[in-house]
């Protein structure tokens, strides 16, 4: 079964950048599309963004639209997430997921077969 991992958190100040990244072993992630999620503390996971197999279609979260980019790298068998212009109410585990369906921007979390264990995001100062 796909099984994925998430990579590049830390702690950053306000309107600093992080490039997150997803990456699996043994399957190739391009056969699926891909989200980003977060889930800041106390409050329900949310989806950030998501691509499609072909990077034709991409969802953003509106919290995130002109600051957060979504991109595939098929060869390197990753999908990473730049942010940029980064906030304190971006801070939050992230996590990224495939799905056999389509990138939605409804980010419906029961569509999503297989989840990472997260990677860490504190903006602060």
């Known amino acids: 079964q796909l099984r994925v991992v998430e990579s590049g958190g830390g702690l950053v100040q306000p309107g600093g950048s992080l490039r997150l990244a997803c990456a699996a072993s043994?399957?190739?992630?391009?056969?699926?599309?891909i989200a980003w999620f977060r889930q800041a503390p106390g409050k329900e996971r949310e989806g950030v963004a998501c691509i499609n197999t072909n990077s034709r279609i991409i969802n953003y979260a509106d919290s995130v639209k002109g600051r957060f980019t979504i991109a595939r790298d098929d060869p390197k068998n990753t999908v990473s997430l730049q942010m940029n212009s980064l906030k304190p109410e971006d801070t939050g585990v992230y996590y990224c997921?495939?799905?056999?369906?389509?990138?939605?921007?409804?980010?419906?979390?029961?569509?999503?077969?297989?989840w990472g264990l997260g990677t860490q995001v504190n903006v602060s100062s």
């Open positions: 997921a495939a799905t056999q369906y389509w990138c939605s921007a409804s980010f419906k979390q029961d569509d999503y077969f297989t």
């Open positions: 043994e399957y190739t992630l391009s056969g699926y599309p």
